[in-house]
């Protein structure tokens, strides 16, 4: 009983231990729509379908961005971002799940938050460009 005992209490203690010292993630994390505001612009996310997030810098943390374009902007003064293990995502417009903003196509003329017009896909459709144009179509716009 004693060693049950002990070896449940050390299983307890390393369950803890494991527990504070989390590897960062990889992928999006749960937005708080409405409630969770644009690191960038400080407005809250709330149109679900031109959310984006970025999770990199030394701690690989998740960032969250209203527009794809206040994404663009914020990460041009990052040295880290263009590391192969930044990772950007982009909600798809059509079906409102996430997708890796490097592979997404991206539609113009459209509503967004903060006006870059750019809404993500993730397969191409007549008038889309991928992520690479979409980055120089935003940057060249500027704000």
Same mark, same amino acid.
Request: net charge positive; aromatic share 12%; hydrophobic share 45%.
């Given at each position: 009983?004693?060693?049950?005992?002990?070896? #449940?209490a050390? /299983? $307890?203690?390393? +369950? $803890?231990?494991a527990?504070?010292h989390? !590897?960062?993630?990889t992928?999006?994390? !749960?937005?708080k729509?409405?409630?969770?505001?644009?690191?960038r612009? +400080?407005? #809250?996310?709330s149109?679900?379908?031109y /959310? =984006?997030?970025?999770?990199?810098?030394?701690k690989?943390q =998740?960032?969250?961005?209203?527009?794809?374009?206040c994404?663009m902007?914020?990460?041009?003064?990052?040295s880290?971002?263009?590391?192969?293990?930044t990772?950007?995502?982009?909600?798809d *417009?059509?079906?409102?799940?996430?997708? !890796?903003?490097?592979k997404a196509f991206y $539609?113009?003329?459209? *509503?967004?938050? *903060?006006a870059?017009?750019l809404g #993500?896909?993730?397969?191409p !459709?007549?008038?889309s *460009?991928?992520?690479?144009d =979409?980055?120089?179509?935003v $940057?060249?716009?500027?704000?």
């Open positions: 009983m004693k060693n049950l005992f002990r070896l #449940a050390i /299983a $307890l203690f390393l +369950s $803890l231990v527990a504070c989390k !590897e960062p993630g992928g999006p994390v !749960e937005v729509w409405d409630r969770d505001t644009c690191v612009c +400080s407005m #809250a996310l149109d679900k379908r /959310a =984006a997030q970025v999770r990199g810098g030394p690989h =998740a960032y969250k961005f209203d527009d794809f374009g994404v902007f914020w990460l041009k003064d990052k880290w971002a263009n590391d192969p293990a990772e950007i995502w982009v909600m *417009m059509r079906s409102n799940k996430w997708i !890796e903003a490097r $539609l113009p003329n459209k *509503m967004t938050p *903060m870059y017009g #993500a896909v993730a397969l !459709e007549p008038g *460009m991928n992520y690479e =979409a980055r120089k179509q $940057l060249a716009k500027g704000k």
